[in-house]
């Protein structure tokens, strides 16, 4: 593609794969988003490799497994050896932006222990320009409330405890939040995207675009608030009782009897398995509203592009880092080994020409996170590094699945106490190093295979709620073991490869894909 080529690459935080309106959602309102999707490619089976924030967001842009990059819990450092997408943008004569995060801790080899970046979740990822980051902490968007007059209290979190006047029910609520739409972090988040672009109009840039919603806490500004009501939203896919899902593992009845509704509302109380379906559906409620104030955000955006006449000059991407089980199965958050945590939206618009004719298609095949890195890169006009474990996703912009693509997905999560927990042991008497599983997910079956615990297996054409284990069914064990055997040949081909493609030969130094 001639002449001026950017990227927008706009992440949000926490959103469901199945959460849109052009796939079916029953009640989503996202206007902004189905018009992307109708100019663009949609990716219905799109899968993050892992979760929480930080293994996600180290796959999403260094396009490697979790099992080659290991960043295995919020905290953890990345190797930095690792390249970014952004690094490879540098390579071609950009300079990344970024408004908002990549939750990345550094490599203690490169620094002091003292880094003050150490002392909270996540900081910048290398490679990247930060124009407005804001850490976990939200230290730059709470200072930005403070310069436009809003009173942050003492416990700035505070903001998004009810409004006054609304009285707190101690859990989901339907009630506003008591910071106004205008001074939310989303507004933050818009208002420093569209000065960037503003300040770069006339030259090529890239831009990541990052968004804190719809993650908790669940609790929506005027009137997104009001945006659903609470008998729209879909009841919770779970069994009839607590006691009846947790039998099915180990894991799922740790988390159970575990997740508290705090870290989901700031009020909360007791467990998050204890919501009833009302409740759920209340959570939910406030959940969309957040996504349909990011829609608005996003719509902003793209307006902008339009009117400045970028809009056909950049190759836009809609994706999240990871989803969120909102009541499913009994769990609130990111965890564990269902969909719900790692099926995520991805939506690509390519303005290229020979994209005109696959505009408004709806792609059914599995994709995955690490597709992204090498799908900007292939846009670019430049190979992904040999490392890189994602395929592109353009040949599907331009014509159709490129031969030998891929019938399942995998995933990773491991379980060890993250940084909020780290003083906690973790479960069962295992060590941190025993805290892993990893999926393997096609059309008709799902295995689950975990170090240290039992494995799981569904038939997911006979169970799509994925409610029978049927890892102990006799008939079932031939096939079982076919998934083990795709499973580790999957990591042994994916093992890695940073130098695999090097050799000394006589003749010196040759390389090879």
Known sequence: MAGIQNVLLIVVDQWRGDTLAQLGHPCIRTPAIDALGRDGVTFRNHYTQCAPCGPARASLLTGL??????????????DARHRSVADEARQAGYDPALVGYTTTSPDPRTTSPDDPRYRFRGATMAGWTPIAPMDPARRPYFNWLRQRGHEVPDKAEEIWLPAVGHESTGGATRAPSRIPRELSDTSWTTEHGLAYLRGVAKQRWFLHLGYFRPHPPFIAPYPYNERYHPDEAPPPVRAATREEEAAQHPLLD?????????????????????MSEQEVRVMRAAYYGLMSEVDDAIGRVIAYLKESGQYDKTLIIFTSDHAEQLGNHYLLGKIGYFDDSFHIPLIVRDP?????????????????????????????????????????????????????WRDEVHYEFDFRPSYDGAANPPPFGLSIDQCSLAVIRDEKYKYVHFDALPPLFFDLEDDPGQFRNRSGDPGLAPLMLDYARKMLSWRMHHADRTLTGYSSTPRGLISRR
């Open 254 to 274: 740790h988390y159970i009897r575990s997740v508290k509704q705090r870290r989901f509302f700031h009020d909360g109380a007791g467990l998050g398995s204890e």
């Open 65 to 78: 497994y979790m099992m080659n990059h290991r960043v295995v819990q919020n905290g953890v450092p990345m």
């Open 352 to 404: 290229s020409a020979e994209a005109d004719g696959t505009r408004g298609e709806i792609v059914d095949r599995f994709t995955e996170t690490v597709d992204i890195m090498p799908t900007i890169l292939d846009w670019l006009g430049r190979d992904a590094p040999r490392a890189c474990d994602g395929r592109s996703l353009l040949p599907f912009m331009r014509g159709g699945a490129p031969a030998g």
